[in-house]
């Protein structure tokens, strides 16, 4: 398993490009299996969970190639060979659960893996059952497998969740594009990757409006055709990189970056001393002062603060004047990146939902474990700021999210290795 190798080197200076949403391009990939025509994705991300994703429609009977070194996906789904979503697949990745509500759209039935818990939480489907369930499937659940039919198709239907699922709400989007009447899903989630794929299914010749509010209205058609979409911006690759001269100092340019993609997190930045500018090419980013303030984070659902830059915030925050309290509204538990930086010499208190971050001038180098894919960049940050050298062992979990993270901070300055091992 290869580590990375950081040695705390002061400010930070030049220009890292932003990728393709990773998580744009899971939701985007499967809805290849809604159409017979060629979905051809550009700007897509190079990451381990592509490649799952790459796999996993491949293994349903989806022809899917990678060209120009990842950056496009030429896909297409004539015929769909297999029906059944592997649990040796789906357990490596959640975001395989996406496959459920196109299939089932498409050929009237799947078989789908319960996905499992993960690191950061149990993460149940209950509300892409419901959802499936409301459109009309009959599911049942056996051997830890989804059993879903729908023979004589979907049926539109008003779905109201109880509570906000991005997921739950990209499966519902992409099953009612083909069921008989109207579809209206209320307390959808917002996120801007939900508005990417609604505007690529728009191209596809589904009918859906509201996208990006909280209700969102499916008008189904007969068929869809194929299209090309250039994958949105990775608003958290975006906001983790931006945290980077938040830490060290320096001021670096972001290619790509959109700032309404990241506004509540800008707030936090600015009220902690970091000023955010736009530029013809993106954001550039640079401390105000030598340290930044501490600030309060509550993570909820686009538009509010992401809980996927919350491990990367918490980085931040320890090397801040005072003390800042960040609650984690979405997972039950996504603190562990804590006690790592903890050996780095942080000052955090966890209790529950709840951590309590008081600010150190310096955090020091330390051998520390990657526990998911956040918290793996999270300490990234904090070595980069630390005095001395600090290994992060498991990069797998990096290499999720992260393309060539090492490449994109050494060219700013840092002293940044991966070490085979
Ligand atoms: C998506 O996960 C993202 N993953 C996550 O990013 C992100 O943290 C999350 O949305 C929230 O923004 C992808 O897009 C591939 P949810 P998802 O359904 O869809 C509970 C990363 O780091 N819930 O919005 O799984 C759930 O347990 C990843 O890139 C149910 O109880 O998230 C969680 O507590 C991590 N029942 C909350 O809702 C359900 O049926 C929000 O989950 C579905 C979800």
């Known amino acids: 398993m290869d580590s990375i190798l950081v040695r705390g080197n002061g400010p930070l200076n030049g220009v890292i490009p932003i990728a393709g949403a990773k998580n744009a391009c899971l939701t985007l990939m499967p809805a290849t299996l809604l159409s017979e025509g060629p979905l051809t994705l550009t700007n897509a991300p190079r990451l381990s969970d592509i490649r799952t994703m790459t796999t996993l429609l491949q293994s349903l009977g989806a022809e899917v190639s990678s060209l120009q070194d990842g950056k496009v996906l030429a896909m297409s789904s004539h015929n769909l060979s297999n029906l059944t979503a592997d649990y040796d697949i789906v357990r490596k990745m ?12 498409r050929a009237g039935q799947a078989v789908v893996s319960l ?25 049942e659940l056996r051997e830890g497998y989804v059993h879903a039919k729908a023979p004589k198709g979907l049926t539109g239907a008003v779905i109201e969740f109880p509570f906000v699922s991005v997921g739950a709400t990209e499966n519902a989007v992409m099953a009612a594009t083909l069921a008989k009447g109207t579809t209206v899903l209320r307390r959808a989630a ?22 990006g509010t909280d ?16 994958v949105v911006t990775d608003r958290i690759e975006l906001g983790t990189y931006m945290l980077a001269p938040a830490i060290c100092g320096g001021e670096v340019e972001f290619l790509g970056g959109r700032i309404d993609l990241v ?50 915030m918490m980085a931040l925050l320890c090397t801040a004047e005072g003390v800042s309290v960040l609650e984690e509204k979405i997972f ?30 310096k955090l020091r180098g330390a051998r520390v474990m990657a526990t998911d894919l956040r918290a793996s960049v999270s300490l990234i940050l ?25 490449e994109k901070l ?12």
């Open 94 to 105: 959640r975001a395989s659960f996406l496959v459920l509500g196109p299939m089932l759209a």
């Open 382 to 406: 904090a070595a980069l700021a630390a005095e001395g050298e600090t290994v992060v062992s498991r990069v797998y979990h990096l290499d999720r999210g992260y393309e060539r993270v090492e």
């Open 215 to 230: 209700t969102i209205t499916i008008e189904g058609v007969d068929r869809l055709t194929g299209a090309t979409h250039p």
């Open 263 to 312: 506004s509540a997190f800008c707030e936090k930045l600015d009220a902690a001393g970091v000023s955010v500018e736009e530029t013809e090419r993106g954001l550039k980013v640079k401390r105000r002062n030598g340290r930044v303030s501490a600030v309060d984070v509550v993570t909820e659902p686009f538009p509010g603060f992401p809980t996927d830059l919350q491990a990367q």
């Open 115 to 139: 996905p499992g818990g993960c690191a950061i939480g149990a993460r149940p489907v209950d509300l892409h059952l419901m959802a499936m369930e409301a459109l009309g499937a009959d599911l």
């Open 190 to 211: 917002r996120e801007p990757e939900i508005v990417d794929l609604v505007r690529c299914l728009r191209k596809m010749g589904a009918q859906i409006e509201g996208e």
């Open 410 to 421: 050494g060219a700013c300055g840092a002293l940044i290795e991966r070490v085979s091992g």
């Open 332 to 361: 039950e538990n996504r603190f562990m990146h804590a006690p790592e930086l903890l050996r780095m010499g942080a000052r955090i208190e966890v209790h529950g939902g709840q951590a309590t971050v008081t600010g150190v001038e």
